[in-house]
């Protein structure tokens, strides 16, 4: 790693709330008609990581899921498969298995998800666990309470150790925005995750209300944006939670494009955190191919 | 940053062995080669155009005396949408003996309670209208319909329905004060808000108790002839609201005929003093709204990227037709590459073409002449030494647009720092303390509008209240209220409108 001067983290980016709320809403007035929007469509399936985060979650369950994200509507075969699945550590195994052979990415949470409320060497195990099943990508939850009580420090030296233990899956830093509750600390805290070697910055667990907003979401692409220019990194966005209309997808894409442009408009550098978003995206395509709208019925809800 | 790294970034140009701010001050987003948005045009097939538009005096059209009628055209094809009477001083005589009849015989009578009834069914018949008189609009004046349908129409009904609201309460505005209202006034509006600015004139003036001959702008008479017809469907009594279309001889008719109360006006500089010349020694009250040259300051502790928006917002709403823009921007030197840098990626987002796709953020110039007087502007800039950045934007072929511009190395003397544009044409200088902020934002002949922008509450009231500025937004740009009073220091303008303040211009106090 080359020599990076550490920014003080204790100096305050300072964030208009009223301000953002009105360029949110000023970037939800672009009409997305047409072409435009079955391309949106069929990108925002693509960006899917489709999750499931249950404590019931078992084998039989998993493969459900995995085949889903394989082939999300067979009646159509031209649909791109989703990013990735989102699961607990015990069950990656299990997901990779059902994945082999796909290009769907099997994405762990980790670091004692969603609370984070565990010593660094249980996180530590953890990540090194879910790394070890073959979790290609790691979603790890920040330490909140020693972020709100101002040990920056702390937070940081947490996100660059499990970096380490990550070797080369890709780590997915969760802010869990809703916790942090104020723009001005979910700006900061999305610099402390990427200068500490986050792959992607992520809004939240999906545990705790509100999970993903646009405010939230502009504001870490806006992060994203700041630090790409001052170090040519290129690092990944992923609202998580509370998604769940084709049309809300939508919007999310236009901040994207609008604020970092055609280069992170991949799942690549963009994910969607959901579950029931790719059944009416679905839907969605469907209606813009066939100009019919389908019952949910034929939709398989895995 | 120690100051002589300080001196080496303000300094550098070409970068030959300079160190640049950012060792990747070259980076570029691609905003535009993925994903483009498909045309999303505001349906027009149900708007009626008539062929030809006569004037509306005491409750109906009438055709001009004199017969002549001329062209307004669509700017953003620059062909002709209609066609509308231009008013000689014979007809600006008969609007005037309409309004002066109505306002003896019928409104001057009628209580508060009554005049407030058809004020308010005219502002619920504009929300009726509403998509309809925002497509017509964006036709008429090129302005994108993303403004028309969310900004000019629905504040237009705002406006009646506030000043409906004063009608019956009058008498309570000014406790301990008696007045009455003025007679009939002769109203001149421009051509970049018509229908707003047309509801800031005639909303005050009929709640106080005062009738109207009302002239818009020759480029934009169309909303106006449409408002009649919602006067004349409203019930409005005949001659309350008379609507004389035509271009300055027109107006010139009006602000001199012998029986007009009061003129009010809003427009150039230039103009105004003309009127003000033309009525000295009659005992006509009047307002004028004219020509601004807004500072929109920038504190390094401003939240910078709602900075960014407040600066587009400023200089790009409208075209920049906008009076109150904030066409100078003021930044502290510190941040001043960062936020160039940030304004620029944001330009480039900026989509301009076909007022009525909505989704453009930059409409069509209104009007020819328009157009040639900023590329005039923008040909000065250059030839003073100023340097250009153009956002890289597609135009379309035909009709008359302008890419979103700035000029950097530009001075307080500089010609475009001084003179009003009206076109998206941003000039931007630095300052370094607040107190050379404040001095370069009020060293000029005008003073209609500003904005402060820092995290820090103090700071803009201090700031706020030394700039010599009719209207100061913090932290936000280009914000109108009903309730909000509007209008300049020194050649900005005389009088109020909007709010409680804005009766007072059509009031007369007995004591």
Redesign the interface.
């Known amino acids: 790693m080359s020599t990076t001067i550490l920014p003080d983290f204790h100096q305050t ?4 709330m ?3 709320e ?2 949110v809403s000023r970037l939800n ?9 079955l ?2 469509l069929k ?1 925002a399936l693509s960006m899917i990581d489709h999750t499931t985060l249950e404590g019931k979650d078992s084998p039989g369950k998993m493969i459900q899921l995995c085949s889903k994200a394989k082939r999300p509507y067979a009646a159509m075969p031209g649909l791109p498969s989703v990013a990735a699945v989102c699961v607990y550590p015990t069950m990656v195994s299990t997901a990779k298995k059902a994945l082999k052979g796909s290009r769907v990415k099997v994405a762990s949470v980790a670091t004692a998800f969603p609370s984070g409320m565990a010593p660094l060497q249980v996180k530590l195990d953890d990540t090194k666990y879910a790394v070890a099943e073959g979790a290609d990508e790691v979603d790890m939850v920040i330490s909140r309470g020693e972020f709100l009580s101002g040990n920056y420090n702390f937070v940081f030296d947490e996100i660059a150790s499990i970096k380490d233990a990550c070797g080369s899956s890709h780590l997915k830093v969760i802010l869990e925005t809703g916790e942090l509750e104020t723009l001005e600390n979910v700006r900061k805290a999305s610099e402390i995750a990427m200068v500490a070697g986050a792959d992607f910055i992520k809004t939240s667990t999906g545990k705790i209300s509100p999970a993903a907003t646009q405010p939230v979401t502009l504001v870490m692409l ?1 992060a994203i ?1 700041d630090y ?5 990194r290129m690092v990944g966005m992923k609202p998580a939670g509370g998604i769940r209309k084709a049309k809300e997808a939508l919007q999310y ?1 236009v901040l994207v ?2 604020t ?4 992170w ?1 991949t799942p690549n550098w963009f994910r969607f955190g959901a579950s029931s978003l790719t059944n009416d995206l679905l839907m969605q395509i469907i209606k813009q191919e066939t100009g019919i709208y389908q019952s949910i019925n034929y939709f398989s809800n895995d | 940053m120690s100051e002589k790294t300080k001196d080496n970034v303000s300094n550098q140009k070409g970068g030959n062995g300079v160190k640049p701010t ?4 070259d ?1 570029k ?12 045009p505001e349906s027009s097939d149900h708007i009626e155009i008539l062929d030809k538009y006569d004037h509306f005096i005491d409750g109906e059209f009438v055709k001009p005396v004199k017969g002549r009628y001329m062209t307004s055209i669509n700017p953003s094809t620059g062909k002709a949408f209609t066609q509308f009477a231009e008013g000689t001083s014979e007809d600006v005589d008969n609007a005037v003996k309409a309004a002066r009849k109505a306002y003896t015989k019928v409104w001057k009578n009628l209580s508060g309670k009554e005049r407030g009834k058809y004020i308010y069914r005219i502002a619920r018949m504009i929300q009726e209208r509403s998509r309809e008189l925002a497509i017509t609009e964006s036709m008429d004046g090129g302005k994108p319909i ?1 403004e028309s349908r ?1 900004v000019d129409v629905p504040l237009a009904a705002a406006y009646f329905f506030y000043y409906a609201g004063w009608s019956d309460k009058i008498e309570y505005a000014f406790p301990g004060r008696k007045h009455e209202s003025l007679g009939v006034c002769g109203q001149i509006i421009p051509w970049n808000f018509p229908l707003l600015m047309l509801a800031w004139k005639i909303a005050p003036a009929l709640a106080t108790g005062n009738t109207v001959v009302l002239k818009p702008a020759e480029s934009t008479p169309v909303t106006a002839l449409k408002f009649a017809e919602i006067c004349r469907d409203a019930g409005l009594p005949k001659g309350v609201v008379n609507i004389i279309t035509g271009a300055g001889q027109t107006g010139a008719a009006l602000v001199d005929h012998p029986d007009v109360n009061k003129i009010a006006f809003t427009g150039s500089t230039e103009v105004g003093k003309m009127i003000q010349k033309s009525i000295a020694g009659t005992d006509k009250k009047f307002t004028l709204e004219l020509g601004g040259k807004g500072a929109n300051i920038i504190f390094e ?7 960014v ?2 600066i587009i917002n400023a200089i790009f709403f409208n075209q920049g037709h906008v009076c109150c823009a904030g066409s100078r921007l003021l930044v502290q030197e510190g941040i001043a590459d960062d936020l160039i ?1 940030k304004l620029k ?1 944001r330009m480039e ?1 900026l989509i301009v073409g076909d007022p009525l796709d ?2 453009t953020d930059i409409g069509a110039i209104n009007s020819k002449s328009q157009y040639d007087k900023i590329n005039n502007y923008l040909q000065i800039g250059l030839d003073e030494g100023a340097t250009i950045y153009q956002s890289s934007c597609n135009l379309p072929e035909e009709g008359y647009y302008c890419r979103p511009t700035f000029f950097t190395d530009v001075s307080q003397s500089s010609q475009i720092v001084q003179e009003e544009i009206f076109g998206p044409v941003l000039t931007i200088q630095t300052f370094r303390t607040p107190d050379e902020a404040i001095e370069k934002a009020n060293n000029t002949q005008f003073g209609l509008a500003g904005g402060v922008w820092t ?1 820090k509450g103090s700071k803009i009231f201090n700031v706020g209240s030394k700039l010599r500025s009719g209207v100061v937004w913090a ?2 740009y280009n914000k109108f209220d009903p309730t909000s009073p509007f209008g300049g220091y020194k050649e900005s303008g005389i009088g109020r409108e909007g709010g409680l303040h804005g009766l007072k211009g059509y009031l007369k106090f007995k004591y």
Not at chain 1, 228 to 232: A, E, N, R, S
């Open positions: 980016i300072p964030i208009d009223v301000g953002v009105e360029r007035k672009r009409s997305i008609k047409k072409e435009s929007k391309q949106a990108l806006e944006r790409y220019l001052k170090t040519g894409l494009k609008e970092l442009g055609a280069e408009l | 950012s060792p990747n001050a980076l987003f691609d905003f535009g080669s993925f994903w483009q948005y498909s045309d999303a993303r969310d502790d401003a939240p910078l990227d709602q900075a928006e407040g840098l990626n987002t909505k989704n995290d932290n936000t």
